[in-house]
């Protein structure tokens, strides 16, 4: 589980996890990021598969909801970083009410 | 019955849709056969039907982009036939993809239909890897040196998935006539070095549906062949019932897609003259 989760740990963590599911090197993802904005569109069968490596890099179980797996919510590295980071959220308030 | 053939994809999608709105929106028995089916799509076709269907994908997310459609029959940014162990790398993406996919009110997709059938004795049944290993043995040459490969070996019973075709529905697990699957089963014709393609629909929906269906099969089509190291030749697909949905979508509106369609498609000259 990581300990800093902050918005860069977590698109990391999606970036490394598209390279792997691309076969590609991480210079290539990085190159077409920078040719994009700074974002890249993905294929939302691509974001699912990403979806699930973040969650057991994360650590903190079943984040993302049925109601989150919208196509166009899964089609960019900033998408899925905004659908993580506000689960991320979510989480850690419940977790302080529970506490 | 209706039969259109047209080489490309969009063109055959834009005139089977043209041909059920002249129709009355409905049509029993509507073949559908694609010629080239990898040549490039028509973009004033897609983008038009992307655009509708975006206008129209309401809160219940019934209405999917084309590519969503065609991601739930082959989910093609899973194959890259050039990496390495290319079947095994799909099968294992797909997997993964899966495990966010049983969070769905409904997980279940044709692809996992076509790689985990829900066989009789509970064990998922990898339908796609057992086509294409029988088809690279049934290429052998044959013992003693005699024929070829069999053509029509892969158009055997319906009764179970262990046979030459690609079965989605499920008997005693599908019961719901109106709900998935749609699409009922696809055969494979081997024709010297191309293997031909034909799906079965028990019932299309042409706008939400049909377009996406295409691409899908076009790709299942292009995974064998390429496994295979054959060439993907003809793709056809029969809807025994095929619907225009002027009762979801107004035949108005459908209509008006039509003519967007047709306009897309007329060349500039023609527009101007």
Same mark, same amino acid.
């Given at each position: ?41 993905? *294929?939302? /069968?691509?974001? #699912?598969?990403?979806? =699930?490596?973040?969650?057991?890099? &994360?650590?903190? +179980?079943?984040?993302? !909801?049925?109601? *989150?797996? /919208?196509?166009? #919510?899964?089609?960019? =590295?900033?998408?899925?970083?905004? &659908?993580?980071? +506000?689960?991320?959220? !979510? ?9 | ?273």
């Amino acid at each position: 589980m990581v300990t800093e989760l902050n918005k860069p740990a977590v698109r990391e963590m999606i970036i490394e996890s598209l390279c792997d599911v691309r076969d590609a090197d991480r210079a290539d993802i990085d190159t077409e990021i920078a040719a994009h904005e700074n974002d890249l569109r993905i *294929d939302s /069968k691509e974001g #699912e598969a990403i979806c =699930i490596d973040v969650e057991d890099a &994360l650590g903190l +179980g079943e984040l993302l !909801e049925a109601s *989150d797996l /919208k196509p166009e #919510e899964l089609t960019s =590295i900033s998408s899925l970083t905004r &659908l993580f980071m +506000g689960r991320i959220a !979510e989480q850690a308030v419940t977790g302080k009410d529970a506490a | 019955m209706h039969a259109i053939t047209n080489e490309n994809l969009s063109l055959a999608w834009n005139e089977a849709l043209q041909h059920l709105i002249e129709n009355d929106g409905k049509c029993v028995h509507l073949a559908v056969a694609i010629t080239r089916p990898l040549d490039p799509e028509v973009d004033a076709v897609r983008n038009t039907l992307d655009q509708f269907i975006a206008e129209r994908r309401g809160a219940d997310g019934k209405q999917w982009p084309i590519s969503t459609v065609a991601n739930t029959m082959f989910p093609g940014a899973f194959y890259r036939p050039s990496r390495e162990s290319p079947r095994e790398r799909l099968y294992e993406l797909h997997a993964k993809a899966q495990r966010m996919q049983q969070r769905m009110a409904d997980p279940e997709s044709y692809f996992n239909r076509l790689v985990a059938y829900p066989g009789a004795d509970g064990k998922p049944f990898n339908q796609l890897e057992y086509i294409v290993q029988r088809l690279i043995k049934q290429r052998q040459p044959r013992k003693g040196g005699r024929g070829g490969p069999l053509s029509s070996a892969y158009e055997l019973g319906l009764s179970v998935p262990e046979g030459g075709d690609l079965r989605v529905q499920a008997p005693g697990q599908d019961r719901n006539i109106m709900s998935f699957p749609c699409l009922s089963q696809i055969s494979f014709t081997l024709e010297g070095e191309k293997l031909n393609l034909a799906a079965l629909y028990r019932n299309q929906y042409f706008i939400s549906r049909a377009y996406g269906n295409y691409v899908g099969l076009a790709r299942i089509g292009n995974f064998i062949a390429s496994e295979v190291g054959v060439q993907l030749g003809e793709i056809l697909c029969l809807a025994t019932h095929a619907d225009a949905e002027f009762s979801g979508l107004t035949k108005g509106r459908v209509e008006q897609l039509a003519h967007s369609l047709r306009a897309a498609l007329t060349p500039v000259e023609e527009v101007s003259a």
